[in-house]
């Protein structure tokens, strides 16, 4: 029997599980990427995070590709800068200083190991911060971008840089993406590529691609769309396959 790839997904952590109304630290992941792995005939593995350096590696020598989910704030220690907003306010119930580290160790043993890598929304800032980047701690432009209080999930356009990758992929030069941040990239890490702007010049996507190594990162959240975004679906072929 042909051995099936092995799919990380990074997980957010929480203390609150609904069903049984305990107050349990517990780590949680959005299912569609375990349903997103299996259309790929993948094994999908759900990561917590650890501080242990010994399991960090371990766990990237595991799998074949990452995927770095959405969630938390970053700590802005991790980009040189002291908070400049109100970060508890973003992350009342999960210091995610845990997360943080574990997540920036992974993706960087996962890259030099030569791993597909997809970033999505935190997990795009997570690729960004570890090439070197920054990130804008509390946006404020004329587009919306955050989650609203009640649930709604604004949507808004993006352009597609041509000579990119994801222009390459989805051969098109405006797209629709759902988003649910408040943070965005600052500055751009070395070597990366911005392939994809909102009007208000916010950076929503990118990538560090060459011919030995896929890793994109995206701000809106594709993995949540690709029924009605259908063009979305290629992204994630491209990395999974
Ligand atoms: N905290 C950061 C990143 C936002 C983010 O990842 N949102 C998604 C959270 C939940 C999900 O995965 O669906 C910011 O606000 O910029």
Redesign the pocket.
């Given at each position: 029997m042909k051995k099936r790839k092995i799919v990380g997904i990074c997980s957010s952590v929480g203390n609150k599980a609904k069903a049984t109304n305990n107050t349990y630290p517990i780590i949680f992941i959005?299912r569609i990427f375990i349903e997103i792995s299996h259309s790929y005939n993948l094994i999908p593995i759900i990561l917590s995070p650890t501080v242990d350096i010994s399991e960090i590696e371990q766990m990237a020598n595991m799998i074949d590709f990452l995927i770095l989910?959405?969630?938390?704030?970053i700590h802005p220690q991790f980009y040189n800068e002291v908070i400049n907003y109100d970060y508890y306010e973003?992350n009342a119930c999960n210091p995610t200083l845990e997360r943080d580290y574990f997540e920036i160790q992974l993706y960087s043993i996962s890259k030099s190991l030569g791993k597909s890598i997809l970033g999505i929304?935190?997990g795009m800032?997570i690729i960004n911060i570890s090439e070197g980047g920054t990130l804008c701690q509390n946006i404020d432009t004329y587009l919306e971008h955050s989650i609203r209080k009640d649930g709604w999930i604004p949507y808004h356009s993006i352009k597609i840089k041509k000579n990119t990758i994801l222009h390459q992929l989805l051969d098109i030069e405006e797209y629709t993406v759902s988003s649910?941040?408040?943070?965005?990239i600052k500055k751009l890490g070395m070597n990366i590529v911005a392939s994809a702007y909102s009007a208000d010049g916010i950076v929503e996507a990118i990538e560090l691609c060459s011919d030995k190594q896929k890793i994109i990162g995206f701000q809106g959240?594709i993995e949540n769309i690709l029924t009605n975004y259908t063009e979305y679906n290629k992204i994630i072929k491209y990395i999974l396959s």
């Open positions: 959005n989910t959405g969630g938390e704030d973003y929304c935190r800032q649910t941040h408040h943070q965005c959240h």
